[in-house]
């Protein structure tokens, strides 16, 4: 989620890591072995312990005989071999995130412990970071338009643009911009596992990384040893479900946040709560009137040189994931908010895609092949603004990431359904109260479709909450090295 500088270092794969003879066979039979090298040099010096890994596997799970793409990965080995346990895979969501950045930190990130007990190895799902990664055209993602369309020329630009932002991915990409869904990423998983000698897989899932997991879970129970899914989603919800959960935790979290801002000495603002909503909303009314500058993005060129009111809000929540510990955002919220007001949106500006390349949109095909697409409607659009905006009038609609599926070329095809998980081990649940992104209520959704799980609450802010380096992270290591999980319904304070 933070650190993905390292990116655009590894975007070449040496040729030594295509598996040679690569075949690729179906689920039924064994999988080619992962090859190990050293990483290329593009990694800077990454400390004793750690390899990466490619293995080949078919774009069309369906299609095992068909064309080929390269999986990559960088593991960290278990400091203390002779103690070993297995392998720990860890996504850290997205869509469309990298983990391998999040291994160079694997031992700080994960714990004495853990990394001395566990190989850890942080997969790039197919299309992301250094997996085979999708190229679209920037100018198509760079338009600008409106996901909340009022009127028919707005609806059709909203359209347009993503019906010819995805061709573009597709001529310029291939085939994988219809394979990047998340039933697709569980059996790239699979065949990783089956690939390594086939022991259990123990994961770690934070945030979209719980789809890829639950996916995986109900693919493959009987293989796993432990999963922990921490920020839950909830493949089952429908569209206006997904949009007034998405938007009411939102606007929870931000109130929860005007309240701590007022007192804390991190937060410029100085006001009660209501005082400083006043702000915000007036901010939002502003944008609305005329985009608001952005005047070192104007200078840096990396993002937009103005600001709407649909951008901030969007930003917004994302900086409202960490209240505190090493990731903290809300102290940088309050400062971006404070230097609005004061004619400088900067911290809120969307980042531009600056070329083909660019780590920015490989999310979208991933979003728009796992969830169904909105309804092609202007009125519709409409009524689920006026629906939320009436209901939670300070963030209005928060999350609009659906909406760029409409238009999009290729159809959803792993659809929203409830799953039906049955024949795993306990499966840990992890959820904080007031999550502004992946509410309390998916956990409890998830937790539905699961026959054999365990649910933690921890009782406080953000979004997910092993990074918050708290109990919760101590009970989840807990479960990884020694089996041992809390009674149902646990509730923590970290
Ligand atoms: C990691 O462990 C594997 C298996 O024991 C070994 O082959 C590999 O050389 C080790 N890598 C490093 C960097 O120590
Ligand atoms: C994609 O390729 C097709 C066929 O060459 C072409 O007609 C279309 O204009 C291209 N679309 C985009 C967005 O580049
Ligand atoms: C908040 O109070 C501090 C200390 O009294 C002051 O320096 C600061 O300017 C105040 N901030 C605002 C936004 O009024
Ligand atoms: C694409 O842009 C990124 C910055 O966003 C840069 O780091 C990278 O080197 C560029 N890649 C290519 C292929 O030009
Ligand atoms: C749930 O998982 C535990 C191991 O984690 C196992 O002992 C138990 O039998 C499972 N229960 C069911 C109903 O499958
Ligand atoms: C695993 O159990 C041992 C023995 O009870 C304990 O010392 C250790 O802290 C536990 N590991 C974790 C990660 O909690």
Known sequence: ?????????????????????????????????????????????????????????PIDWDNPYGEKIQLAMLRHNATKPEQRIGTLFFNPGGPGYSS???IEGAVKLFGDEVSDRFDIIGLDPRGVGISSPIKCDPEYYNQRVSLWPSNQIEFDALVNKYARFGESCYNMTGPLVKHMDSVSVAKDIEAIRQGLGDEKLNYLGLSYGTLIGQTYAELFPQNIRTMVLDGNMDHSTDHISYLTVKSFTYETELVRFTEWCGPSKECPFNGTSAAILKIWDDLLAKADKKPLPAPSCKVSGTCRADVTSEEIL??????????????ETWNKLGKALY???????????????????????????????????????????????????????????????????????????????????IGTPRILLINSQFD???????????????????????????????????????????????????TDNTIVNS
């Open 314 to 327: 969007n930003s917004v929540n994302s900086m409202l994931w960490f209240k505190s510990g090493p990731f």
């Open 100 to 102: 391998v950045s999040y």
């Open 436 to 486: 502004p992104s992946c509410s309390y209520i998916w956990a409890n959704g998830l937790r539905d479709q699961i026959q054999n799980s365990t649910l933690l609450t921890r009782k406080g802010d953000g979004h997910t909450s092993y990074m918050v380096f708290g109990e919760s992270r101590d009970i989840a290591n807990n479960y990884f090295v020694n089996l041992t999980l809390p």
């Open 1 to 57: 989620m933070f650190s993905l500088h390292i990116f655009s270092a590894l975007m070449a794969i040496p040729a030594i890591w295509t598996v040679a003879n690569a075949r690729s066979v179906p689920a039924s039979t064994s999988f080619s072995q992962v090859q190990f090298a050293k990483c290329p040099s593009s990694f800077g010096d990454l400390g004793s312990g750690f390899d990466c890994g490619a293995l080949e596997v």
């Open 339 to 421: 230097s609005a007001t004061k004619g400088d949106a900067s911290g809120f500006s969307d980042t531009l895609a600056l070329n083909s390349s660019s780590t920015s949109f490989q999310d979208q095909p991933v979003s728009c092949l796992d969830w169904d697409h909105p309804e092609e409607s202007l009125v519709a659009l409409k009524y689920q603004h006026e629906l939320a905006s009436s209901q939670w009038p300070h963030v209005k609609i928060g999350d609009d990431g659906r909406n760029k599926c409409i238009g999009w070329p290729f159809p959803a095809v792993n659809k929203v359904r409830r799953a039906n998980i």
